[in-house]
């Protein structure tokens, strides 16, 4: 199956220092990729839609100066958390998918801690 | 009441064992998928379907379009099947394009 691959898998920061993470489709072309958040025991929560070339989409509550993301590519899209704060501290995970279809694939997920 | 529920929220079941999880949703759908949590996090998918059956492996998924319901069936459970299952729908209403999560159920097959 198709491959996304995400880095770093973790990640460790000190508040106020940003931290920069990275999802690349390896064999594919992804058209649109999500960002989610999960925090321990809770399901993934949708951050932001992004479509390759243009803006991404925020959810509401999500703080789009404090989460930049950039899909600069069909290949590559990334996500800066700004300022971090240890409130940030949670499981990043992406999702990639074509245009032609609406299976998802998934990176491996990025733990930030920030101390 | 969340669009996509999943029952039991936590299932602990003998090796061998036979393991039905449920998932029912309350929206019209493009189509359901099944994810696999493993512990260190990462996400693998399982199935994705909008009709009918299908089978991988030990794994078999079914839908009930009119019902609205899904079921995930194990057979033969091993200790490595331990980990959270997620249903997760793709919505008509944003031409699939994004996903609704249950909110997982968490498996622990002992040997």
């Known amino acids: 199956g198709a491959v996304v691959s995400q880095h770093p898998s973790w990640v460790i920061c000190k508040s106020g220092t940003s931290v920069k993470i990275e999802c690349r489709s390896l064999?594919?072309?992804?058209?649109?990729m999500f960002w989610y958040r999960q925090f321990p025991k809770q399901s993934l929560m949708l951050m932001a839609t992004?479509?390759?070339?243009?803006?991404?989409?925020?959810e509401q509550g999500v703080e789009k100066d404090k989460f930049l993301i950039n899909h600069a590519s069909l290949t590559l899209s990334t996500l800066t958390v700004t300022s971090a704060h240890p409130e940030d501290s949670s499981f990043y995970i992406c999702?990639?998918?074509?245009?032609?279809?609406?299976?998802?694939?998934f990176g491996q997920g990025t733990r930030l801690t920030v101390v | 009441k969340n669009e996509v529920e999943q029952s039991p929220q936590n299932l602990t079941a003998q090796e061998g064992e036979f393991i039905t999880i449920n998932c029912s949703y309350s929206v019209g759908i493009s189509a359901l998928h099944w994810l696999q949590q493993h512990p260190g996090g990462g996400i693998v998918s399982l199935f994705m379907?909008?009709?009918g059956k299908k089978k991988h492996g030990r794994l078999i998924a079914t839908i009930n379009i009119q019902e609205k319901h899904s079921s995930l069936h194990i057979t033969a459970s091993h200790p490595r099947d331990s980990a959270v299952y997620i249903c997760?729908?793709?919505?008509?209403?944003?031409?699939?394009?994004?996903?609704?999560f249950g909110e997982g159920t968490q498996l622990t097959v002992n040997p």
């Open positions: 999702s990639a998918r074509t245009e032609a279809s609406t299976e998802a694939f």
């Open positions: 997760a729908v793709s919505s008509e209403e944003t031409s699939g394009s994004r996903l609704t």
């Open positions: 064999d594919f072309q992804a058209t649109t």
């Open positions: 992004s479509n390759e070339g243009s803006k991404a989409t925020y």
């Open positions: 379907l909008s009709s």
